[in-house]
């Protein structure tokens, strides 16, 4: 098949039909498959935007409806400042549950984020969920006297949605797997048990060890750091921390669960200038009622009434809604775009590594590209627009940032 794409495009050029040959021959250099052929455009807020990735059954119907929020009232913990729900195990009701958070982005089937590292702070993980079987490089708790067994289930939902594997079964619960499911998950506790609060110290000391075992020129850096919790107070040792660090590495923060509420709803680190604000919004595109509002705000990536891997058994799913769980949904998706720009060249990927630079090629997949507001950011995210480029276009266009 390789073969035969170097002829056409071959053929194509020939006849001066250079755009054309260069993304057959994209094909055949990348294994890549051609361009989704069902029409793929742009919808106003409001509206279905994606073509579902999840499944139908043998009758063709649609998935059950999504879960419901069990809480909509955001508490004052700083875990629940960015995640409205509580843990609850839905894969053993009558109905499976359905992910449109993930079928909602549309992305090229072989990516997969194989090669990428990802760190997710926060409860832990479920270590014994089958979701996770090979897909967590290293676990390790930075809470005195605690291993890195999640409990609060805050944690194993992140990962899921980043990157949790598909599993034996898992597909009559619904569950195809997060969205860089190959990526290499470094799990970094920082929630105490029975807590809602994350640890601050915990905190610095996790970033700590990224930036010394982890960092750029380490065997195996970190090239996403995803963080569901914040706080509306400055701390100043997290945020040096988080700043420094933010020179080689892509920092995704929840932008918090207060609306309109404050005067500044947006916490800390996901107000800082050299990290991504991901905001949530509903099936239907629009912006969350929870999700936080603000100047600073990014992106939208789904958020509302999702579904994920949870604690509680070995297949355990549950709902929930809150910017805890768009964030993943993000650094998935950044795992995947760098992973496809290593295939495509080493120094397109170097320059992806800098927030300033996904910052851009994030805005190639954004709904409202001509235009920043405070409830929506720059828009939900649509991989395919970004995907569908050619790699000579886009090295051209990573050249000029």
């Known amino acids: 098949a390789a073969a035969s794409y170097k002829k056409l495009s071959e053929a194509l050029e020939t006849l001066g039909e250079r755009g054309a040959a260069e993304k057959i021959r994209n094909i055949a250099i990348l294994g890549l498959r051609p361009p989704m052929q069902q029409p793929f455009v742009r919808a106003p807020f409001g509206t279905s935007l994606y073509p579902l990735r999840g499944v139908v059954d043998e009758k063709g119907q649609k998935p059950p409806s999504q879960p419901q929020p069990i809480d909509s009232t955001p508490s004052e913990g700083l875990i629940s400042d960015c995640s409205l729900s509580r843990w609850e195990d839905v894969s053993k009701e009558g109905q499976p549950p359905t992910f449109w958070n993930l079928d909602s982005l549309s992305w090229p089937l072989q990516l997969n984020g194989e090669g990428i590292v990802i760190a997710i702070l926060d409860s832990g993980i479920n270590q014994n969920h089958l979701a996770f079987t090979q897909q967590v490089y290293l676990a390790q708790s930075f809470i005195s006297g605690e291993s890195v067994e999640d409990?609060?289930?805050?944690?194993?939902?992140?990962?899921?949605?980043?990157?949790?594997?598909?599993?034996?079964?898992?597909?009559?619960?619904?569950?195809?797997?997060?969205?860089?499911?190959?990526?290499?998950?470094?799990?970094?506790?920082?929630?105490?048990?029975?807590?809602?609060?994350?640890?601050?110290?915990?905190?610095?000391?996790?970033?700590?060890?990224?930036?010394?075992?982890?960092?750029?020129?380490?065997?195996?850096?970190?090239?996403?750091?995803?963080?569901?919790?914040?706080?509306?107070?400055?701390?100043?040792?997290?945020?040096?921390?988080?700043?420094?660090?933010?020179?080689?590495v892509i920092f995704v923060c929840a932008a918090s669960n207060y609306g309109s509420q404050r005067d500044q709803p947006i916490a800390y680190p996901a107000l800082l200038g050299n990290v991504l604000c991901i905001g949530s919004h509903s099936s239907c595109g629009k912006a969350s009622s929870f999700s936080a509002v603000g100047r600073d705000i990014d992106f939208l990536a789904p958020g509302e009434n999702v579904c994920a891997p949870s604690v509680g058994g070995p297949q355990a799913l549950s709902p929930g809604s809150g910017t805890s769980y768009s964030t993943p949904a993000v650094a998935g998706l950044i795992c995947l775009v760098l992973q496809y720009l290593k295939y495509l060249s080493p120094t397109l990927y170097h320059c992806a590594c800098k927030v300033a630079v996904m910052m851009e090629i994030l805005l190639k997949m954004a709904t409202c590209q001509g235009g920043h507001s405070e409830e929506h950011g720059y828009g939900c995210l649509v991989p395919k627009e970004f995907f569908d480029i050619i790699p000579a276009e886009i090295e051209r266009f990573i050249g000029k940032i």
């Open 151 to 248: 409990t609060l289930g805050h944690g194993t939902m992140c990962a899921g949605i980043a990157c949790g594997a598909r599993f034996e079964g898992s597909e009559k619960l619904n569950w195809f797997g997060g969205i860089a499911p190959r990526a290499k998950l470094l799990v970094c506790k920082v929630v105490p048990k029975g807590s809602n609060d994350y640890n601050p110290t915990a905190v610095c000391e996790a970033l700590d060890y990224i930036k010394n075992n982890h960092g750029l020129n380490s065997e195996l850096p970190v090239n996403v750091i995803s963080l569901s919790f914040g706080s509306h107070k400055y701390d100043r040792e997290i945020c040096d921390r988080v700043n420094a660090l933010a020179t080689d």
